[in-house]
């Protein structure tokens, strides 16, 4: 499956943005989806994941009541709705793709990866 992730920019701590992951040449339902991050220096991190139906979500600690992600199954389109950004979220932002059973909202083991878009939060 290819992902184009997209929604990136630069904003003030306390703002918003949105992003957004098309995906084709599979079955979008067929896979669970997560979003990570990896900020200068450091290593790729989790952030959120959603099953592939989009009943169940999971989120890193750091962003639990701060981000949402849900999913588009009609649309090929996975979102992640960052709000209360602050300057330590600034990242380049990865979509990911993995096969799994219903309901399951992965944390490891995806194997499509989007090309990544940047997050920059000033303060």
């Known amino acids: 499956v290819q992902l184009q992730a997209s929604g990136g920019g630069l904003v003030q701590a306390g703002g918003s943005l949105r992003l957004s992951c098309a995906a084709a040449?599979?079955?979008?339902?067929?896979?669970?989806m997560g979003w990570f991050r990896q900020a200068p220096g450091k290593e790729r991190e989790f952030v959120a994941a959603?099953?592939?139906?989009?009943?169940?979500?999971n989120y890193a600690d750091h962003v639990k009541g701060r981000f949402t992600i849900s999913r588009d199954n009609s649309e090929n389109t996975v979102y992640l709705q960052m709000n209360t950004l602050k300057p330590e979220d600034t990242a380049v932002y990865h979509c990911?793709?993995?096969?799994?059973?219903?309901?399951?909202?992965?944390?490891?083991?995806?194997?499509?990866w989007g090309q990544g878009t940047q997050v920059t939060v000033s303060s």
């Open positions: 990911a793709a993995r096969t799994s059973v219903t309901g399951a909202t992965p944390t490891v083991g995806y194997n499509y």
């Open positions: 040449g599979r079955t979008f339902s067929n896979y669970a």
């Open positions: 959603v099953s592939r139906a989009g009943k169940r979500t």
